[in-house]
């Protein structure tokens, strides 16, 4: 199993490795000489094994290149998409009322088109790859997909409620093919909250039982505690508890509209904690990165889904439109046309949408109703 990806990504070169956070800039003649060494099926030179013990701890002296690096080609797109996220299937073991999809089908592409389309992405230059759901791991072509996309050498990141990870398949295809990072959504500290808030029987042991199952494996797993009206009372308990297994965690407490506009989400939302997040700084999202649906429509991103783009029958070149098509989402329009205040407002374009369209109160997101709640 290769141990480092070495790869094109936008104007740069770039060598990363799964569950490591630091990653080295390649200067351009290092990587074509990597890539030559690659063809050549030669040894990996020292310089590389050098800086690939100082910055992790890796042992590569005297390795093939095609044994230690997968050594990405540039993508066959005149621009760089480096990092996708990708919903395997929309369907989901859980109920959460806060869920940001208004709908959960269960659906997708059959197996052999999600490896295309994955194949698809690792032409256009995909490095940091999300898989998402709904529930991922619940999709039964996850495995597989998982594997093709790791073995082209992307950096994976696996969203989950946690609720599978005990499974020794899963955890076994994540001990052979390290993922970069799994993110694991907590719910509650205890069945009563966690049953309730995902109004699913048995979503608190079997969450708690994959986290256990994936910190033993010595998985790389992130804790998200999304807080809501539902566990805020808990939420000192869920951080102890993430801190006894190990693991790092992070909180989320900004529910937004689902969407496709609805606002039914917004109920769950802590009042005192709206409003929190930074200042919106742009996003290349439709630029550099883009979303996948369950059947293959690549859009700008999980919110903003404005003129979808068929990959299964467009192809890569498809690609091509998304710029203009984020451009277009993320022109101050609607009900945001001509304010004074959104070069410091905290949200995009498109999220500010989803909220207008769910008739939210303007003091979930927007400053001018901020200001009025302060
Ligand atoms: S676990 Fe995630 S995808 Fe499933 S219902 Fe809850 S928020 Fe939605
Ligand atoms: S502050 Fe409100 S009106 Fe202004 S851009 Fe942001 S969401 Fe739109």
């Not at 800086?51 to 230690?68: F, K, S, T, Y």
């Not at 999600?114 to 992405?121: A, E, N, Q, T």
């Not at 005990?166 to 907590?186: C, G, N, Y």
């Not at 496709?260 to 919106?280: E, H």
Request: proline share 6%; glycine share 8%.
């Amino acid at each position: 199993m290769y141990q480092a990806i070495v790869s094109p990504q936008e104007d740069k070169f770039i060598a990363v490795r799964a569950g490591q956070n630091a990653a080295m800039q390649l200067p351009s003649r290092y990587y074509a000489e990597l890539a030559n060494l690659a063809d050549q099926n030669a040894v990996t030179p020292g310089w590389f094994a050098e800086v690939a013990r100082q910055a992790w701890g890796l042992d590569l002296a005297a390795r093939p290149v095609n044994e230690a690096l997968v050594v990405r080609p540039p993508s066959v797109l005149p621009v760089t998409y480096s990092r996708a996220s990708w919903e395997i299937n929309k369907g989901c073991n859980f109920s959460c009322e806060h869920c940001y999809l208004e709908q959960r089908p269960f659906a997708g592409l059959p197996l052999a088109d999600k490896l295309r389309l994955i194949d698809m992405l690792r032409d256009m230059g995909v490095i940091w790859f999300e898989i998402t759901g709904g529930e991922p791991l619940i999709d039964p072509d996850f495995v597989p997909a998982y594997e093709r996309a790791h073995a082209a050498g992307m950096m994976m990141e696996i969203l989950t409620n946690g609720s599978r990870l005990h499974r020794e398949d899963l955890l076994d295809a994540f001990r052979r093919r390290q993922p970069h990072k799994i993110t694991v959504s907590m719910y509650g500290a205890s069945p009563e909250t966690a049953d309730a808030l995902t109004q699913t029987r048995g979503a608190f042991k079997n969450a708690y039982r994959g986290l256990v199952a994936a910190a033993e494996a010595g998985l790389p797993v992130d804790v998200t505690l999304i807080i809501t009206k539902h566990n805020v009372a808990e939420l000192d308990e869920m951080r102890a508890m993430v801190r006894d297994l190990g693991l790092r965690f992070k909180e989320y407490a900004s529910i937004s509209p689902t969407y496709t506009g609805k606002g039914s989400t917004l109920a769950a939302q802590v009042p005192d904690l709206i409003g929190k997040s930074d200042v919106f700084q742009g996003c290349p999202a439709g630029h550099t990165s883009f979303h996948v649906d369950p059947h293959g429509f690549a859009t700008m991103c999980k919110v903003g889904r404005d003129n979808p783009i068929s990959l299964i029958t467009e192809g890569p070149q498809g690609l091509l439109r998304l710029p203009g098509i984020a451009d277009a989402q993320m022109l101050r329009t609607g009900g945001c046309t001509g304010c004074k205040l959104s070069s410091t407002c905290r949200v995009c374009r498109p999220m500010a949408r989803v909220y207008q369209e769910a008739k939210a109160p303007l003091s979930h997101y927007c400053q001018h109703g901020m200001k009025e709640a302060s």
